[in-house]
């Protein structure tokens, strides 16, 4: 079980109260939950961090400090986002404990991340548009928005709520592993390429078709072959089609 849960990432961007990382590193800790990235907090390390992880200094101690939420993610296989309403673009969000079911069961097989946005204004669009899923913990819509650790304490305990139901997971070896976050903004960039040399897309507004593919593709959960026989039909549309014979 705890093998399960030390898969599971939280990833906290743009924080900008010390405080409630130190309370963030607490709630994991109380559930089993080891891995903490931070992208660009504001003020970390600080004394306030550590006074209110009460006891979880390790996890504060071995947080990585990244500069972007790509960096953060980019071995991931699933990556959820948390939003406290519902915004335009994005995919409708799901209840907290189904996620933590899929996000347990997937760890299984690489790690899997929950993103946490900023105190004032959560998650950009951009933001989102890199996460596989979206959810919400159901709170009063005339007050929905969660304090950030008391978010990050709700999804840790359904996290370990899963991991208690001994959810069945796949096997560790699996000959078509899922791709990982990296693999698929390979699979976006090369899109984006071919596209725009077949001109189906106009480079200079090229976000609204872009996104969509996105929340497909991210939706669909590829393996790494996948996204190499989506990789190599890209690259032969690129160079004008033709028979297979014609191909490098
Ligand atoms: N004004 C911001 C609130 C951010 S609260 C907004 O509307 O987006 C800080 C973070 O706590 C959020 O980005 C999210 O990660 C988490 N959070 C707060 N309330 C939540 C809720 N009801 N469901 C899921 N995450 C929540």
Redesign the pocket.
Known sequence: MDEGLRRIRIVLVGTTHPGNIGSAARAMKTMGLTDLVLVDPQRFPSAEATALAAGADDILSSARIVPGLDEAIRDCIWVTG????RRGHSVPPLAPEPVARDLFRRAGQGPVAI?????????TNDELDLCNAL?????DPAF?????AA?VQVMAYVCRAAALEHVERPPEYDPDPPATQHELEGLFEHYLRALVRIEFLDPEKPRHLMRRLRHLYLRAGLSASEVRILRGILTHTERGGGRPSNRP
């Open positions: 948390t939003s406290a309403r993103v946490f946005g900023r105190e004032s204004s959560g998650l959810v919400q913990i159901p709170t929905s928005s969660l304090n950030l978010a």
